[in-house]
C-alpha cells in the first residue's frame, strides 16, 4: 500500500527514518532550503591514535562506510534527488563536506541541474591535529550554496550579512570554532553524543543570511539537531529526518529546550534595492518640496531652484537632482538625496532625503 505524502505545513519536526525514504512522502516544492551534512566516506583505514598511543575518537560509525565510490555516489544521487524534489523553485540547498567526499558531492550537484553560487571554506580555529605527521593539518570543512537552478530567485540577505560581520561584507571564508563545551551533546557516559556535531554559529549564519522568517528548512542527517536549534531560535520552520533513535531523542530533547526569539527581534537588515523607488517629483506631489523652493548644498553656499516637473535649475544648467549636484560640484557624478537641503525657519537645515524616508515609511505602513 503507497504512503501517503507528508507535506511542509509548518510543523516542526523531527522524523525518524531513512531520509530517501521519508523525503519521497515530502510535498513536492514544499521547502524553502536544504542544508545537508551527508557521510563523508572518511574511508578510515584502521584506528587512529595519539603519539602516546592514545585511542582518537574518531568517525567510525557504520553510516559512514560505504563499499566503493560508486557506491556513495549512487547514496548522494539519491538523497539529493529526493531534496531536489522537495524543495521549491526558488530554493537553495547546502552541502558540507571535507576533501574526502565535496568533490564528488559538487559534480553530483552540478548534474542534477543545481546552480553553485559559491563555496564556502569553514576555517576551524582548534582543528584536530594531523598525529601521524604524514600530512597538512585537516583545519577546513567546505560548504556548497547552490540554487534549485540557474534561474531561481534564491533568498541572500547581503545587508543582513553586513550587519552580521561589523558592517563589513561577508566573506567566503568563515573562522568558527568546532562545537565544544555545553554546545556539545554528551550521552549518559559523558561522552560526544554525536562524533559530527556541528556549531549553531555555523547554521544561525546560513539560515539568517538565505532564508525569511516563517521558512522551511529541511536537513534530512539531522543527527543532534543543530539545525532546527539554529532555526528555532530564527523564527523558521524545520523537519529533520535522523535514521538513528537515539540522535534523534537527543535532538529533540535539546530543540524543546529552546526559546524562540521574540518577532520583532527577527526582523532582517534590508537591501536599499529592497525599497521602493521614490522619485525626487513624488516630495513635490506630495508637498514636501514645492516649485520655487530653493534647495541648498550641506555649507548652504550652493544654490538650486526647484521647478514644477521635479527638475532643479542652477545658473543656466538644469537637470535632475544628480546631475544638477554634479555640475555645481564639478564632480562626474553626486547622490543628489544627500547633497541637497532645504532650510527653513523653523527647522533649520533638513537633508531632502528625510522627505524621501517619510515617504518609505508611508509606502511601508
Not at 144 to 159: G, N, P, Q, R, V
Request: a positive charge.
Amino acid at each position: 500500500m503507497a504512503r501517503t505524502p507528508t507535506r511542509a505545513d509548518g510543523k516542526d519536526r523531527v522524523i525518524v527514518g531513512d531520509c530517501v525514504a521519508e523525503m519521497a512522502r515530502l510535498a513536492p516544492g514544499s521547502v524553502d532550503l536544504v542544508f545537508a551534512d551527508p557521510p563523508y566516506n572518511l574511508q578510515l583505514g584502521g584506528e587512529l591514535t595519539r603519539p602516546d598511543q592514545s585511542r582518537v575518537d574518531g568517525v567510525d560509525d557504520d553510516w559512514d562506510k560505504f563499499a566503493d565510490f560508486a557506491a556513495y555516489d549512487a547514496f548522494t544521487r539519491a538523497w539529493m534527488s529526493a531534496a531536489r524534489r522537495a524543495l521549491k523553485e526558488d530554493g537553495a540547498l547546502w552541502v558540507i563536506g571535507a576533501y574526502h567526499n565535496i568533490f564528488r558531492v559538487g559534480t553530483i550537484l552540478q548534474d542534477l541541474g543545481f546552480w553553485i553560487l559559491n563555496d564556502i571554506v569553514w576555517r576551524k580555529t582548534n582543528p584536530m591535529p594531523n598525529f601521524k605527521g604524514t600530512r597538512f593539518t585537516n583545519a577546513h570543512e567546505t560548504l556548497i550554496w547552490a540554487a534549485k537552478s540557474k534561474s531561481s530567485k534564491y533568498t541572500f540577505h547581503y545587508d543582513a550579512l553586513k550587519m552580521l560581520n561589523e558592517d563589513v561584507q561577508m566573506r567566503s571564508d568563515w573562522t568558527m570554532p568546532l562545537c565544544t563545551g555545553a554546545e556539545r551533546l554528551k550521552d549518559a557516559a559523558g561522552k560526544k553524543l554525536h562524533p559530527t556535531q556541528k556549531p549553531e554559529a555555523l547554521l544561525h549564519r546560513i539560515i539568517l543570511g538565505t532564508t525569511r522568517p516563517g521558512e522551511t528548512v529541511l536537513d534530512p542527517f539531522f543527527g543532534a539537531g543543530t539545525t532546527g536549534a539554529a532555526a528555532k531560535k530564527l523564527g523558521r520552520r524545520f523537519i529533520g529526518i535522523e535514521r538513528d533513535k537515539t540522535y534523534a531523542a537527543a535532538a529533540k530533547k535539546r530543540i524543546a529546550a529552546i526559546d524562540p526569539t521574540a518577532p520583532e527581534n527577527l526582523v532582517i537588515t534590508k537591501s536599499k534595492k529592497d525599497e521602493p523607488r521614490v522619485p525626487f517629483g513624488l516630495l513635490i506631489e506630495q508637498g514636501y518640496i514645492n516649485p520655487g523652493d530653493l534647495l541648498v548644498s550641506p555649507d548652504g553656499r550652493i544654490k538650486a531652484r526647484v521647478r514644477a516637473d521635479g527638475s532643479l535649475a542652477a545658473d543656466d544648467f538644469t537637470g535632475s537632482i544628480h546631475r544638477v549636484g554634479a555640475y555645481v560640484t564639478g564632480a562626474p557624478a553626486c547622490n543628489g538625496w544627500t547633497f541637497w537641503h532645504r532650510q527653513s525657519a523653523d527647522r533649520g537645515l533638513e537633508s531632502i532625503d528625510l522627505f524621501r524616508r517619510a515617504i518609505r515609511s508611508a509606502m511601508a505602513g
